[in-house]
């Protein structure tokens, strides 16, 4: 378990992976019933210490299917001189690295490199992978009820210009100690600073954890 991550939420998503994993290989209608009786639960516990609506999250996980893995999110590094480039989004108006989710049958650098295009207008070519990082451990707020792995491209600037789309209202390069307000569900200060240490020294190896 995760010294990072509340108890109530290690134990929630544990008990949704547990109830979606077994409903894949439940062949009788008792053990299917425990099963959604175990995300029902789950559910409950999320519920009870975010104040979402309980039908919003047992939705969510009924949406689920197949064996329980983590989501994967990736984005886009581009520094421009010593500022990096940073998208503000509509849903929150804070700001933070061009990226998404990972869509299928498309490779992780293929996905960051198409998050920074789609996002902020700009043509980019993936040269490293700078961090592999275990969301639940990085200070990201709020909690999701999925475990995410996120996955930091260092990308080269190709072309473009600035172009901002549906998810993002503005686009900009921004130095280590000019930061506008961070949108902490996808980027952190401790996350930045480590981007400007890999950034003033290209020798160090990808982090991970």
Known sequence: ??????????WAKSLQAIAQNGLIF?????????????????????????RVDKQFVLDLFNDQSGYATPKVDVRGV???????????????GCWTL????ADPNEMPSE????EVWEESGYEVKPVKLLMVYDRSKHGHEPPM???????????????????????????????????????????????VVRLFEHYRNPTLLTDFD
């Open 111 to 114: 996905a960051a490199a198409r």
């Open 78 to 92: 581009v520094f421009q001189g010593d500022k990096v480039l940073l998208v503000k989004e509509v849903v929150d």
């Open 145 to 191: 009820p999925f475990h995410v792995y996120k996955l930091f491209f260092l990308c080269e600037l190709v072309r473009g210009e600035v172009k901002t789309s549906m998810e993002t209202s503005a686009v900009g390069f921004f130095g280590e100690n000019e930061m506008p307000p961070l949108s902490l569900a996808r980027l952190t200060p401790s996350e």
């Open 1 to 10: 378990m995760n010294d990072n991550e509340p108890k109530w939420l290690a």
């Open 98 to 101: 061009p990226g998404g989710w």
């Open 26 to 50: 439940a062949e009788n209608h008792f053990d299917i019933e425990r099963y959604e009786s175990v995300r029902v639960i789950a559910a409950d516990i999320m519920a009870s210490y975010t």
